[in-house]
């Protein structure tokens, strides 16, 4: 057995799916940090004053940083909410492609902080491949304010 075998099966099948995902989230990034950034210069490009937004997850489950943000706020329940959007950014004041993390009350209507905002190319990583997927889903809202 070499010094670089697993005894435990089961740790040497999931050390292996992990691998695999490693590899190919490796070989794919260079395509999506293509396509984020593509997407904003052409949008920048086209010069529409349109702001839009996208829903992408409501999740219960809050960073460590966003629970002690919250801590004041007894008998209060939060979830978390990302959005993918296209507005202007207040440091260039160009328009761009912009992730935002909410956190927000189940319990007082209105409640919410904001956790993070920033331009999604200088996300980290884990957040860009998640909103890779719903690009699409942008410009088709950024249409739906155009279809008059």
């Known amino acids: 057995m070499s010094q670089n075998a697993f005894q435990s099966e089961k740790l040497q099948s999931a050390f292996k799916k992990l691998e695999g995902k490693a590899k190919l989230i490796s070989q794919n990034m260079d395509a999506i940090s293509g396509d984020i ?38 008998d209060c329940s939060f979830r978390a909410l990302e959005y993918l959007k296209w507005e202007k950014e207040d440091q260039s004041g160009k328009f761009r492609l912009i992730y935002q993390r909410l956190v927000e009350s189940e319990d007082i209507p209105g409640l919410s902080i904001e956790s993070m905002a920033r331009p999604l190319i200088e996300s980290p990583v884990a957040v860009r491949l998640r909103m890779h997927a719903h690009l699409d889903k942008l410009v088709e809202a950024l249409m739906e304010q155009i279809d008059l």
């Open 37 to 74: 950034k593509a997407l904003e210069e052409k949008l920048q490009n086209l010069q529409l004053p349109l702001t839009a937004q996208v829903k992408v997850a409501s999740n219960s489950k809050l960073s460590k940083d966003e629970e002690d943000q919250t801590k004041i706020y007894t």
